[in-house]
């Protein structure tokens, strides 16, 4: 046998302390089989013959309860030990230095011997302790979760009550610290106190594994569970990682059943440094230090257990915050570099438990969790402080592009991965799993208002290039009717920052003496020399009209307007056009706001896809969904951008293709274009940090395209590859 | 004797905490010679005689207060302002821009600045950098040294004996633009099951607001590692329950807002014989020797018998009380903050030429009432082609064949520029006024008229208002160069179209160079 040492270096020894090393170790043998440890009393450790003897069971210096003999067997007294829990707990601690488990003699201090970690985990099951597993104490746990970050609640079936007067005890135990100490963290009866089934018991960490030991009146050990991540219980950090991948995570034994995958995954993940998560990087220039990630039990699971090195890599403005914030995190002084890959999160976010017990890039076991693929990022995004609908994301990432078409003055709030590898050029269709849940404060939050751009002293600046924008832009404009009055558009590009170069117009009137006097007067007046009139055929679709316009404009950059909308932030041209002119982009927008009523509200930021549809025939169905809330301040990929303002460089906007001439409806039009965009291989960009106002005629809720007709051949990989997805988890 | 009138926006002001905190302290330790008084900024406005020499304004981010500055000023009277919460720092938010831009209004009649903190006077310097900033901090209450070495000792061997805590959170428990209060409580409070876990029965009371005792508010208290309970805050139950308490929990955010906070809290529960402990950003730095940051220290020193605030350690307390937050300190900081400027003759002693003392130019929302308060004072009402009631305005700016036309009351003719008088149009009555058009394009020295199309649209204004506004302001200086001028504007979006636009010393943030 070989000794382990304890790691429970700071804990007061407990009333039943247990003799110290060397262990006469003769007096027992330990074998292990899959879920148990079998431990044969020797002759040499038989003392006396008036009581049957027990096995009592500590680990660390925590005495867990003892282990009832089983029939004699050639002289030998015989115990088995359930082992998987402990085990899983001993293996789960590697990081911070596996606790010991020692066996002695119960009343018989001086025998006792070290399980050695070698023995404890010789077999390594593919399905570790599960903790709706019914032990032998006829209690069933038929549901727990986290009252709060400090409670355990558990509800049993066939409680103790149910079983005649036998009272038992639960008691749990964790990992503490950022050591292998084990102590008893919270205690809890069974039949009195707590109700009928339902125990509640104390937690030091919401995230670290719960060694839960039931034993009756005579401390026997009556089951040993163990719940490997209980923030994965309802009302965890990471519970809704499980409504994301489409868990039933109301239902205990899926997650029971998920806790073991993940457990058997990180596990694993040990022998797979360099494809490990080892490094969370947190860009908290818009932190506060009261985020999630910041408190102590966080950083302690992530940085002890975990094994993940927290780092800041942006820090606030403020020196005294900043300050303050990298007080928060564990001093580490020079790191060794390590072979694995870092996450970038924003303060608000923490890591998904998928993300940290996943290898990258491996040919995992099928019933290993799907690997973290980095060319995506994937996250939750969920109100911290209120009610509010949960959202997951899945947004392509394309490193150069995505980081530079950020807002500016704003910590980025795209979890992502950085492998320090080449990112795959996979074209299957993205399977990502959630990288890290954003708790985000929907107070601040919710109200478009707040987003509003806040006259030129707003830090909200979209900026993809280093020096404004300077190439030419063509204002394009379709005229639905000759009665249109653009005046307000027109005098709201007077008050841009980058000029447009030209004002095409298309429209049915003969000439521009025959707009109305307001229309004329704004564009004689605004671009005495810029604009450009031309005749639109009556029976010529928007689409027609618009690539006419494109055709005939000469700037480097087309900025598609409707006559209704009209640009309130005075940077729109100039980051539209900045956007738009970034490599592999076709197409650009911003978020569009509607009157509702005597307030602003939103009306859209981008298509999205919604999902197939087969109610007539096969169709594409797309929604403009709510992205101030779920991305707000962010720029992101979109199935296409709507043609009431978009930008696009012209070379890029002809070898897409243009504008279809075969749809009648505007929402058809945009998705017609951004889907052929996709297929060329671009992207369609929107964000959130421009605002624009909306005629009433701004995207509808829901629509379809027909698929199968105008895309014979789509590309359904490429196109969910290079669309931000979007699900409402609740 | 001088006297300083603090300017508060209501009489319910009286009861709030800042007055009560901090004038009523200062009132009651006013140095010799100076007397501090207060009221309601409607009574000033209806009021003929000014009697303080001084006026403070004290969170009346209202056009009424810009308008009754604007005259007190003229009538020779010391403007200040003081400050106590930061909704200035944090530039990215709309819904702050009304409080910004009624700084920026308010900073050219403004002779000196008050503050409570370094950080929050350093916020205000970036909007008011040419009047004498000064901090003032909140002051403590009277309060018997006796008395509180008892308590004090009383608490910590009634607790150790007991090994049971009573934990106190009392403040405003939300608020609408700042994730603080119960936000901040239930985002620290993991820090409260650590009593428990070391052996201690602690249980939390949460004094609070009933607003903040929403469905939402109470689900998040539920999330609480501790047992609690809820009582209604008023000033006497806090005051009584603080001397009750073992521990005052202050969890502190660090978002501008609350790291602009004062002293305050932290010395209420200080005084009353509390054990302070502050999670989060270390606002109480300064009283470091009697804040605790975590559980487990304050758990340690208990076991000790050596608490931080402790009958030996009071006259180190007393010394910091001294050093940050003395009465007699605090008010003779604040008196001579405000007399040391020489007083200003009234402008009707003055060779200026006459004029209207104020253009109030009317943004999209702007009451009524702002309109006739303008012309008690003597001054103009300006119309901007946003604001839709249908007033007697003396000046007018519409939006006319689409390009913007200025037009002026013909009586208020006679304050003009001769040469621009005679290029005056005679364009009939509007409302119950005659008008004559001025040439806008000759009072901004342009080439061509300003065009300007006013949609139908609910809110395609927006785009035009701040460069609109902006012509309007130019325009009224150059008419009336000896008038103020004040735009009156309560319109959320419209203050944010024109925040960093509308004044000179705008921070131009963006990389495009608008300004």
Known sequence: MTEIDDAGIAEPLTAMALSLDPPDSGW??????????????????RIGNDAPPALSIQIGRQRLGVVRCQPVLDGDALFAIPSAALRSFVRLSEHVGPPSVRLSLDGQPDLSASVPVDTLCETDSRRPAAFYESGGSGLKLADLWLASDAQLRLRFEGSASDTGDETLNLAAYQIVGRTAAVREVGRGDLTSGSGLGICTIGLANPLGPVLLVATDAELTIRSLNIIPFPSLLRGGLHHWELRAAAVAADDMRDVANVSAAYLSAFLRSRHHQARRIDAIQIDARDAAGNESIFTGAVLDWLTGLMGVAVRLDREPADDEL??????????????????GSSLSLPADAIPTLHALVSALDDDSPKEMPSRVDSGACAYIVQPRFSKGAVWSVCMPWRPGVMEAAQPIGHACGIPRLNTGRAIPSGRTIVRTRSMAIRQIDLLTMADPARLFPMGAASPSVLTGQSEPFSASISVCIALDSITDNVAPLIDSLRFQSARPTEIVLVGTASSLDELPPTTQHALRSAFPKEVRYRVRDPSATRGTALSDAAEQASGEVLVFVSPSTVLTDRRTLDALASLATMEGIASASAMLLRALGDRLGFCGAGYFLAGLSFSTSPAL????????????????????????????RKRVFQKVGAFSS???????????????????????????ALTAIAGETALPGTLDIDLLGRFPRLDLDRLVESTTILRRLK | MTTICIVIQ??????????????LRLASAAPLGTTITYAPIAELLQTKTYDAEIYIFSKTFMPEALILACHLQKIGKIVGQDFF????????????????????EMEPFTDFVLGTTERLTSVIAEYMPRAPITIVPDPIEAFDRSDLA?????????????????????????NPFFSVGVRDLVAYGGDLARFKALGWDATLTVLTNTRALSSEGLALLRTLPIDFRIMEWTEAREDESLKAADVAFIPVGGQGFSRAKSLNRCLTALLRGCQVLSRGYPLYRSLGEFVYRSADDLVADLELGQVKLRGSQLPRLYELLDAHASPAEAAATFGSAATSLPMRPSEKD?????????????????????????ARFGGLSVRSPFHEKTLNYQLRFDSIGGELRCRIEKSRMKFLDPDLATAAIDVGRIMDLEFCDLPLSRIMGWNDPFPLAMGSDRFSWLAVYPSVMGVIRTACQRLFPSASVIVSEQHQLALATMHGDAYPRATTAIRSGVA
């Open chain 1, 621 to 648: 169905a797309y929604e403009a969904l709510p992205t101030d809330e779920v991305l707000a301040m962010a720029t992101y990929p979109v199935a296409a951008n709507t043609s009431l303002l978009m930008a696009s």
């Open chain 2, 350 to 374: 003055s060779s200026r030429r006459a004029g209207p003392p104020l253009c109030l130019i009317h943004g999209r929302n702007s009451d009524t009432s702002i309109h006739k308060l303008a």
């Open chain 2, 10 to 23: 209501s009489p319910e002001f009286v009861s709030s905490a800042g007055m009560r905190i901090r004038y």
């Open chain 1, 662 to 688: 075969e749809y009648q409806s505007t929402s058809n039009i945009d998705i017609d274009f951004g889907l052929r965009a996709i297929q060329a291989g671009y992207l369609n960009l929107c964000s959130t």
């Open chain 1, 322 to 339: 900043a300050e303050h914030i990298a007080s928060l995190l564990p001093h580490t002084g020079e790191e060794e570099r390590k072979p």
């Open chain 2, 150 to 174: 008892h308590r004090v000792s009383d608490k910590i061997r009634t607790a150790s004996a007991s090994r049971r805590l009573s934990i106190y959170w009392f403040g405003i428990g939300d």
């Open chain 2, 85 to 104: 919460d930061d909704y200035f720092s944090q530039m990215d938010d709309a819904r702050l821009a009304r409080f910004q831009c009624w700084v920026r």
């Open chain 1, 28 to 45: 027992l043998s330990v074998d292990a089989d899959e879920d148990r440890l079998l431990c044969r009393l020797t002759t040499a450790g």
